[in-house]
C-alpha cells in the first residue's frame, strides 16, 4: 500500500492504520445482518484509501466510492487501488464533500496530510490553502447507480461533519449506517446539537468502535469530551 506523511508512517511501523475500527464497524454490522449481499462502502475523507481498501478486503462489499479534496491525496488514492487490485470496483471522487454543489477553502496541515481541514486552518503555522470543488454524496452515488446499495457510509472529514451530514438526509433517513470520527472540540454546542438531531431522527444508539459492546444513546454526543470513532446503525 503507498502512503504520504503521518498515515504512511504509521503503516511503515504498525503493518496498517486504524484497521481495528473498520474491522470491528464491519463486524458488528454483519452480525446483525445489515450488510446486504452487494453492499456498497463510501469512503468521505479518504486520504490514500486505506479504509477502502480494508472494506473491500473484509469480503463484506462489492464496490466502494471513496471521495478526497486534496490532488496529491487524491492521486496516491487511486494509486492505491491500482496496487491493491481494486481500482475495478473503486470510483474515486477527488472533491470535497458538502452540503450543496459549489468550492469551499481547503486548508493544508504542513505535516499530517490526513489533517487538512475545510474552512479553518489545522494548524497555527498552517498557511497554505486553496479553493477545491464541492459535492453532495448522494448525488454522486445517484450518477453512479449505487445509492440504493450503499452499505456503509465511513466519515472522516476533520470538523466537517455537520455539513457533510445535511447532505446525506435521503440515505440518513433510510438508516443506512454511519460511522464518523467526531473530536467535540471542533464544534460549537449549537453544531452539536444539529449533529445529534440529525442523527437522532433516524437512529436510537450508537456505538464507540473503541467498544462496540457499549451502546449509547445519540444524545452521548452532546456530553462526550474525547475523541472517539461512533458508528450509528
Not at 449481499?37 to 469512503?43: E, K
Not at 475495478?88 to 472533491?95: D, S
Not at 455539513?163 to 472540540?185: C, D, N, W
Amino acid at each position: 500500500m503507498l502512503f504520504r506523511s503521518v498515515v504512511g508512517a504509521w503503516l511503515m511501523w504498525h503493518g496498517g492504520y486504524q484497521r481495528r475500527e473498520i474491522d470491528k464497524a464491519i463486524s458488528v454490522l454483519a452480525e446483525n445482518g445489515r450488510l446486504s449481499a452487494d453492499a456498497v462502502f463510501v469512503d468521505i475523507g479518504a486520504n490514500i484509501g486505506t479504509h477502502t481498501v480494508y472494506a473491500l478486503r473484509s469480503g463484506q462489499f462489492t464496490r466502494a466510492v471513496a471521495f478526497e479534496p486534496e490532488p496529491k491525496n487524491a492521486r496516491l488514492l487511486a494509486m492505491n487501488m491500482e496496487a491493491n487490485g481494486v481500482a475495478n470496483v473503486v470510483t474515486v471522487v477527488p472533491k470535497a464533500v458538502g452540503e450543496a454543489t459549489g468550492t469551499a477553502t481547503l486548508y493544508l496541515h504542513p505535516r499530517n496530510k490526513g489533517a487538512h481541514a475545510l474552512g479553518r486552518s489545522p494548524s497555527v503555522d498552517g498557511q497554505e490553502q486553496f479553493e477545491v470543488p464541492v459535492v453532495r454524496v448522494e448525488d454522486v452515488l445517484a450518477e453512479c447507480g449505487v445509492e440504493e446499495r450503499v452499505g456503509l457510509l465511513w466519515v472522516d472529514v476533520e470538523g466537517h461533519e455537520l455539513h457533510v451530514m445535511r447532505g446525506l438526509k435521503r440515505l440518513l433517513a433510510r438508516g443506512v449506517p454511519i460511522s464518523f470520527e467526531y473530536t467535540p472540540q471542533q464544534h460549537s454546542d449549537e453544531a452539536k446539537r444539529e449533529i445529534t438531531a440529525l442523527l437522532g431522527a433516524h437512529y436510537t444508539q450508537i456505538r464507540s468502535l473503541n467498544d462496540p459492546s457499549r451502546r449509547l444513546p445519540i444524545s452521548a454526543l452532546l456530553t462526550t469530551q474525547n475523541m472517539d470513532d461512533f458508528l450509528a446503525f
